[in-house]
Every structure is written in C-alpha cells, then in structure tokens.
C-alpha cells in the first residue's frame, strides 16, 4: 500500500486560505469517505481536524474544512494564523481493511 | 476523561524486541478499536496495524507483517505493540491512538513512545 500524495509544503500569510490536497487511488480515498486530516506538531500527539471527509471534532475551528473529489481529497484552513503552522497529515480507509497515512504537507504561516 | 498511556522510552540493540504498552481509561476499553502509528523523525506517520479490542481480531501493514504484533488485555484495559528483529530504520516515536466511528477517524491519543535502535 503506497502512502498518499500530499505536496511537501505550502504556505500562506495571516488571514489567507490555504488548501492541501491528498491524492489517493480507488482502493482507498476514491473508495470511502473515510478520509481524516491532523495536525502535528512534532514531538506532541497527531490532533485529528476533520473526519469522514468533511466533519469536524468537537473544538476544532471552523476556519477548517474538508473535501473530496474522485480520489482527491482536500483540507482547506481559511484566515490562516501563526499557530496553524504544523505539518498535516491525510488518512484514509483502504480495501486492505488497513489505513494509509499521506506523507504529510509542512505548512508555512509566512 | 478518555486517556492513553503509554510506556516509557525504549533503548535497544539491532535484532532486538521491543514491546510497548498502551493503558486506556475513561472508556469502555472493548468499545473501540486502538490503532499504532509511527513517526520516524524527518519522516512522516506509518500506519502499523489496529487491534479489535473486544474480539482481539488484529490487522497489520503488509511492510511491517511478521514483525509486528498486536495484543491486548481486557482485564487491564491495555493494549501491546512487540515489534520484532528491529533494525535502525525503526527508531521512532510509537502512537497508540483510539479510533472512533469511521475507519480512519483516530480521535484519542497516547502521549507517544520513544523507541531508538542502536548498537
């Protein structure tokens, strides 16, 4: 199982939108809306943003949002702020019954 | 509230076991399934392998099958990650992580434990 393909880095300056995609096949993100996004700050625990695609956990802002197209899937973090500098991650729900990760996109708040 | 705790950071020798723990609270440990994810520095999260935590059934990444397995106890509310015939490669951060409703949703986390393979 190949890891998802999410660009390495992007970035944005306070107060602009960003989106990060995260490319799959039709054995996984193509396949199910079981596609989650989290961000990570290395050395602290993953935290989940968005779920089943679109859905966001109790807590998290609404400045993020999800998406999928095909075997495309999308997070969007709109009015960018410093502290949303992090590395994100993509998962999805495979054939397998296993989870792939996306290699993870390095987010630049400029 | 919903906890995971993991064991302490781990040395070992290449060739080596290790084998990490993962104690959960505030839950109905059976519920939910608990996944193991890792993080090799400089690179991204691995997805390892998930465990049934209440009918044991187990699955894992076809890099990692052979060498890693999967258990829990239901009387401890603890689940384990043994990953065997370790190599460099493997020195990472160790994630227990819970997952809730869908299949990819990890919503609960264990702090993380440091696992370094050196001679």
């Known amino acids: 199982q190949s890891a998802l393909t999410q660009p390495a880095s992007v970035s944005g300056s306070p107060g602009q939108s960003i989106t990060i995609s995260c490319t799959g096949t039709?054995?996984?993100?193509?396949?199910?809306?079981?596609v989650s996004w989290y961000q990570h700050h290395p050395g602290k625990a993953p935290k989940l943003m968005v779920y089943?695609?679109?859905n966001r956990p109790s807590g998290v802002s609404n400045r993020f949002s999800g998406s999928k197209s095909g075997n495309t899937a999308s997070l969007t973090i709109s009015g960018l702020q410093a502290e949303d500098e992090a590395d994100y991650y993509c998962?999805?729900?495979?054939?397998?019954?296993?989870?792939?990760f996306g290699g993870g996109t390095k987010l630049t708040v400029l | 509230q919903v906890q995971l705790v993991q064991s302490g950071a781990e040395v070992k020798k290449p060739g080596a076991s290790v084998r990490v723990s993962c104690k959960a609270s505030?839950?109905?440990?059976?519920?939910?399934?608990i996944h193991w994810v890792r993080h090799v520095p400089g690179q991204g999260l691995e997805w390892m392998g998930w465990?049934?935590?209440?009918?044991?059934?187990?699955r894992s990444s076809q890099k990692l099958q052979g060498r890693v397995t999967i258990t829990r106890d239901t009387s401890a509310s603890a689940t384990y990650m043994e990953l065997s015939s370790l190599r460099s490669e493997d020195t990472a951060v160790y994630y227990c992580?819970?997952?809730?409703?869908?299949?990819?949703?990890?919503?609960?986390w264990g702090q993380g434990t440091l696992v370094t393979v050196s001679s």
């Open positions: 465990i049934n935590a209440g009918n044991g059934d187990t």
């Open positions: 039709s054995s996984d993100v193509g396949a199910y809306n079981y």
């Open positions: 505030g839950y109905t440990f059976t519920t939910y399934a």
């Open positions: 089943d695609v679109s």
């Open positions: 998962n999805s729900y495979t054939s397998s019954d296993t989870v792939v």
């Open positions: 992580t819970r997952r809730y409703g869908g299949y990819a949703n990890f919503d609960y």
